[in-house]
């Protein structure tokens, strides 16, 4: 069970409104926004660029 975190770096986008959670897939953050408050669709997925070397993952080619 994790009890601390550090912050190393802040990412944001203008298409990130209400991000609810966030995967890696490959060379890529993938934030899922969550529509809580319209309900007009109800989610959308954003694709942030990530820098492979910084995170460690040595699996993303």
Known sequence: RA???TVVERRTDPTLRGP???A???NFYLVVNADFETGTTPFTVT???RNSE???DEDNE
């Open 3 to 5: 009890e601390r975190g």
């Open 20 to 22: 609810s959670t966030v």
């Open 24 to 26: 890696r897939a490959r």
């Open 47 to 49: 694709g942030l660029p």
């Open 54 to 56: 910084e995170d460690g």
